[in-house]
């Protein structure tokens, strides 16, 4: 039987400067990576959503027509933890911290050394592959907020990756309504319970099996093992 081959891992490289771009993605070609380039802040979101389940990390430069980094960085936050590395020509300490502030996980000035950046484009993604949760032919990747089944990717909307990503942090334990309501939808209990109910239905539907389980009168327990 022949082995399947790796997993493609997508980079999305955004530069104004095309020079910059065409030098980051002939590096990260020779090591392996698959680059996705893009020249302005509209068209990096424009390929982040066209891609967004597979692309593992963003090389993202600050200063851009049409959107800046941050602005692409900050719509990018709102809906995926993605690796992103910033790059930018201001090397001062408080544009190092707002970057960090604002959700970016490395950054790197200009001018740079493309070998080191792409070393640390491995330290990051190496720590994002210790983040995800493998359950033998499940894996639930953190960076990608996707599931994979088999080798397929589960279409998971955001609430239910939340929630399936909190059941997996906390298996084998009898989880209240209540306690996923204000853990996943990050509000305090009302009374209406009924939104952790109708997610969970959903997340059965699409995943099959009885790896979610009721647990009566209380809630409900994730058990691996009943896949």
């Known amino acids: 039987m022949s ?28 090591e392996g990576y698959e680059p996705l380039p893009a ?23 600050v200063m851009m ?33 707002f970057g960090f502030a604002s959700g970016a996980d490395d950054y790197v000035t200009k001018p ?11 330290n990051l993604l190496k720590r994002s592959e210790s ?4 359950f033998g ?3 639930l990747d953190a960076g990608a907020r996707s599931l994979t089944v088999e080798g397929k990717e589960k279409q998971l909307t955001p ?10 942090a906390n298996k084998g334990i009898a989880l209240s309504r209540e306690k996923l309501l204000n853990a996943v939808w990050n509000y305090d209990f009302y009374g209406d319970v009924r939104t ?12 099959k099996g009885d790896c979610i389980q009721t647990v009566r009168g209380f809630g409900y327990r994730f058990c691996a093992e009943a896949r």
């Not at 692409?72 to 020509?89: K, P």
């Not at 740079?112 to 491995?122: I, N, Q």
């Open 3 to 30: 082995q399947a081959s790796p997993r493609k891992r997508f980079v999305l490289v955004v530069d104004d400067e095309k020079r910059i771009v065409k030098l980051v993605s002939d590096f990260l070609k020779a």
């Open 39 to 61: 020249y302005d802040g509209k068209s990096a979101l424009e390929v982040f959503y066209q891609n967004a389940s597979k692309i593992a990390l963003i090389i993202l430069d």
């Open 65 to 97: 027509p049409e959107l800046s980094g941050w602005q692409v960085l900050e719509e990018i936050r709102g809906n995926s933890d993605v690796c992103v590395i910033m790059l930018t020509a201001k090397a001062e300490d408080a544009d190092q911290l």
């Open 112 to 122: 740079f050394s493309p070998s080191v950046l792409m070393a640390r484009v491995k």
């Open 131 to 134: 983040e995800k949760s493998d």
């Open 137 to 139: 032919e499940w894996q």
């Open 159 to 168: 609430k239910e990756y939340d929630l399936l990503a909190y059941f997996i």
């Open 196 to 207: 952790v109910d109708t997610h969970v239905k959903q997340l059965r539907a699409k995943l």
